[in-house]
């Protein structure tokens, strides 16, 4: 696109209310996202309110322990992130220590960084926490008993356990996991066309969860209820959505809140945090959780530590993280757990992934944690994590 429409989108946006950064690119939906989105998402630019997620009063202290790390993983790191400049921050961490911090172009230790498919992975550990403390009664019960709105759709039929497995048939994914809609949805200010996926109708307050789940939108989805529940894994952003309206119709609260209550009280955050809401105050639980990097160490620490416990959640963490359906299409990995990607063909742990290159990865036996951020997934960026986390672990 030339620089002149550019502007000329960039005006009539800022005119119909809507702000967004000037580095905001034609490719901004392609195989990548915004820099400043990736540490900072979309806060300056959505129009719904975030929930923001307290800072902990006593800050788990996480000790600096460089020289455990050999030097052949940290130069190995280190070559990584020459090749791929598009990574923003990176983190090895074991038994709770920091064997490596580094961040470079918009990353630095105060920033948020923004979570797409990888928030997945939160939602599924909220859905545990709600399954443990009694508010989901059993994870075998039909969607459509806890939200009656799912009707017979293939969302209702479905059971908990079945979409935190991504296998509702509830529609045939178009692109990166969301559904088509037979003429888009909302409206973009900045191309005056309306979007292919949800997020952004979203998180600009043009449509909501609940629409897209059972209301006018869902009428609009192309392709709809194409196999039995429980049948096959599919990846689809909706059995995340339905999670999220699953959990807030169980305890009461939406899901950001009950994550922060249940989970993130429990890690010692050092700094605030945000989870991206739609106009209703649902949680979009597909992705849009920030927080530092530190802080997403916390998280995987903790989620490490809790899965070794002999209690209701330790052991459906243990189930999560483990693979419950079979991946038959071409994947890095051949299995997936609850909302948690698993055995990879070449890495041990389970993997939380996202959109752009994100990664987390937790090895169970050893305790050794990776966490990468990026705005772009390059070529051989994604199989060149998994050789460093092998060697590292092995």
């Known amino acids: 696109m030339k620089k002149l429409e550019y502007n000329k989108i960039a005006v009539s946006a800022v005119l119909a209310g809507f702000v967004f950064p000037l580095t905001m690119s034609t490719d901004a939906f392609a195989n990548k996202i915004d820099p400043g989105y990736n540490t900072g998402g979309y806060i300056e630019v959505g129009k719904t309110t975030p929930h ?3 800072a902990a009063t006593s800050k788990q202290v996480l000790e600096k ?3 455990i790390l050999p030097s052949s993983i940290k130069e190995a790191v280190e070559k990584y992130m020459d090749d791929h400049p598009a990574t923003t921050g990176f983190l090895l961490m074991q038994d709770g220590k920091i064997l490596l911090e580094k961040y470079q172009s918009a990353g630095n230790e105060k920033a948020e960084f923004f979570s797409m498919s990888m928030g997945k992975s939160l939602n599924s550990m909220t859905v545990g926490k709600a399954y443990c403390n009694g508010a989901i009664k059993s994870l075998d019960m039909k969607a459509a008993q806890i939200v009656p709105e799912f009707g017979q759709s293939n969302y209702g039929r479905s059971s ?9 048939g509830a529609y045939k994914p178009h692109k990166a996991g969301q ?14 066309r309306p979007f292919t996926g949800a997020s952004w109708p979203l998180r600009l307050g043009q449509e909501t969860i609940s629409s897209i789940l059972w209301g006018d939108m869902w009428e609009a989805v192309l392709d709809k209820n194409v ?8 990846y689809k952003s909706g059995d995340s959505l339905s999670l999220s309206k699953i ?15 249940q989970i993130w009280s429990e890690i010692g955050a050092e700094a605030i945090a945000h989870w991206e809401t739609d106009k209703d105050g649902t949680t979009i639980a597909s992705s849009g959780f920030q927080a530092t990097l530190r802080d997403w160490g916390r998280i995987a620490n903790w989620t490490y530590e809790q899965r070794s416990k002999d209690d209701c959640f330790g052991k459906y963490l243990t189930e999560a993280t483990t693979t419950q359906i079979p991946i038959k299409y071409r994947s890095s990995y051949k299995g997936y757990g609850y909302q948690w990607w698993t055995d990879n063909k070449i890495a041990p742990g389970f993997w939380a992934l996202g959109y752009a290159g994100q990664m987390m990865a937790i090895d169970p036996e050893s305790g050794k944690i990776l966490i990468k951020f990026s705005y772009e997934r ?3 960026s994604g199989l060149e994590i998994f050789k460093i986390f092998k060697k590292w672990v092995r």
């Open 378 to 380: 390059t070529e051989g």
């Open 52 to 54: 923001e997620l307290k």
């Open 160 to 168: 908990v356990r079945q979409l935190l497995m991504m296998s509702s």
């Open 227 to 234: 196999s039995a529940p429980g049948e096959k894994f599919s």
């Open 247 to 261: 959990v807030e119709r169980s305890t009461g609260k939406p899901l950001a809140a009950y994550f922060e209550e």
């Open 65 to 67: 322990a460089p020289d």
């Open 179 to 192: 559904p088509g809609f037979k003429h888009g949805i909302g409206w973009s200010p900045w191309y005056a």
